[in-house]
């Protein structure tokens, strides 16, 4: 049920607004997990169960969040999944063991698991064709900057106050959201008669744990690569499995009929490289300038900074550059544009001046957030009504999948860099481990842009022209 423009956007915004809440708390812990394990009385390696648990129930419970909100509706799912996800971490800030710690952040990803997906569904729902542009561009704000802004404000509140607040302060941002969401969100229909997939809930829920459980093992120094390759393994014959199932059931969990639309597989395919490789630089880019520059935390944190800003210039200037340009020329030249600022942070080094530095991320920032708001924007854009909430939960399970490969990806391309140039005395890594590391990644970024190839240069333009007025009456004839 589409709404009036205004409110659309204030659908969009309030979306964002727990986007941003959710995207943020899984970044700020990062920097906390040292004073959090004094606390337990744990090592620090030991939290890593606290932060995966989360990883893990989201990536689980994704496959399941259309049929949820069709069955119930995506205002009293979306409303639910604010209250889990803001009650599950007031218990976060209140643990006194990793135990219960673990028990909170499995509690968050099952609101997470319905908060983005069903909130990203509400915006989709309620906003007419030639309006997605800027409500897209605007739920996809957070989870560019979040990132970002994670380690530093992470640090600042661990260092100033104590780890707790960095739970505690989604109940304020909860309550406020919560009363915005009771008001804004469309009531919609709900009670869709739809038998529930469980087999397709097992095999994709079985296939994802595996899958991301496998890409945190491959990014733990720590862990065995067997046992990585086994759960990878493991998660792509259940995977096969739960492909084969879908394809099969008359009422899929995760119908992959929609890769039947070009623009939306392009999404899907092309995309998930894209997603893949930068989601490794906010990983590279801290140790790149703490290990191989030898700067501080905080010094590094203030560098990283400026992809921030590049995000914050690029996002008014998105919607009038796909108003401009067709999707297949903006994906094209604007991912040309990002691989080659990924190849420049190979050619990094500490002799290179600082405001070359920043303006190096300055413009990744630019174009990743370009590149993000173009993909997000064209994956429903040729997807009809009937097909928006499998269209929806598929890209959600392949968004998480994707950014959560960015990490593994990191560590692998400097684990593969390190047959190169081995790391130093005491495993430090060097620069030129770096720098290989960085071309790895670059090199994925180009892989992207040969699914975008294909696409039809009038891919997604119906979100992309303006709602004409109707022509007025001729004049009566006397």
């Known amino acids: 049920m589409t709404i009036s423009p205004p409110r659309s956007m204030a659908v969009a915004l309030l979306v964002a607004g727990t986007f941003f809440m959710e995207f943020l708390d899984g970044t700020v812990i990062v920097t906390a997990l040292p004073q959090m394990a004094a606390s337990f009385g744990v090592h620090p390696v030991d939290l890593n169960i606290g932060v995966s648990a989360y990883i893990l129930t989201v990536a689980v419970l994704i496959p399941a969040s259309g049929w949820v909100a069709d069955r119930f509706g995506a205002r009293p799912v979306f409303a639910t999944a604010i209250v889990i996800f803001t009650a599950a971490s007031i218990l976060c800030g209140m643990s006194e063991s990793l135990a219960t710690f673990t028990f909170s952040r499995i509690l968050q990803g099952i609101g997470g698991a319905m908060m983005v997906p069903v909130g990203r569904l509400a915006v989709l729902r309620s906003t007419e064709k030639h309006e997605l542009i800027g409500a897209i561009a605007t739920i996809t704000w957070p989870g560019l900057v979040a990132p970002v802004l994670g380690p530093p404000v992470g640090g600042f509140i661990t260092t ?203 413009v990744s920032g630019l174009t990743r957030s370009m590149q993000f708001t173009a993909l997000n924007t064209l994956a429903f854009a040729d997807v009809p009504e009937s097909q928006m909430s499998s269209a929806n939960t598929l890209f959600n399970a392949a968004q998480q999948m994707s950014m959560g490969m960015g990490i593994a990806l990191g560590a692998v391309a400097l684990r593969i860099a390190g047959l190169v140039a081995p790391d130093a005395p005491g495993g430090i890594i060097p620069l030129a481990g770096f720098q290989i590391a960085f071309v790895i990644v670059g090199l994925i970024a180009l892989g992207a842009l040969f699914d975008v190839l294909g696409l039809d240069r009038t891919a997604g333009d119906e979100v992309r022209r303006r709602k004409t007025a109707p022509p007025a009456p001729p004049p009566p004839r006397h």
């Open 160 to 362: 100033y106050f104590s780890w707790h607040w960095i739970f505690f302060l989604n109940l304020p941002l909860g309550v406020i959201a919560l009363g915005f969401a009771l008001r804004l969100i469309p009531a919609g229909k709900g009670g869709i008669a739809k038998p529930f997939d469980g087999i397709g809930f097992l095999l994709s829920g079985v296939a994802c744990f595996a899958f991301m459980y496998g890409l945190d093992l491959v990014s733990r120094a720590e862990a065995s690569g067997t046992a990585a390759g086994l759960w990878l393994l493991a998660a792509l014959f259940t995977g096969a499995f739960a492909v084969s199932h879908a394809k099969r059931h008359p009422h899929p969990l995760i119908d992959f009929a929609t890769l039947r639309i070009r623009s939306y597989a392009t999404t899907i395919w092309g995309g998930s490289l894209f997603r893949l490789s930068i989601g490794s630089i906010p990983f590279l880019l801290p140790l790149l300038f703490q290990v191989g520059f030898g700067l501080s935390a905080f010094a590094s944190g203030l560098l990283v900074l400026a992809v921030f800003a590049g995000n914050l210039v690029m996002k008014p200037m998105t919607t009038p550059v796909l108003r401009r340009f067709t999707f297949r020329a903006t994906l094209l030249v604007n991912g040309m544009l990002n691989a080659v600022t990924i190849f420049a942070c190979a050619f990094l080094t500490p002799a290179t001046p600082v405001p070359v530095i920043v303006a190096v991320l300055f």
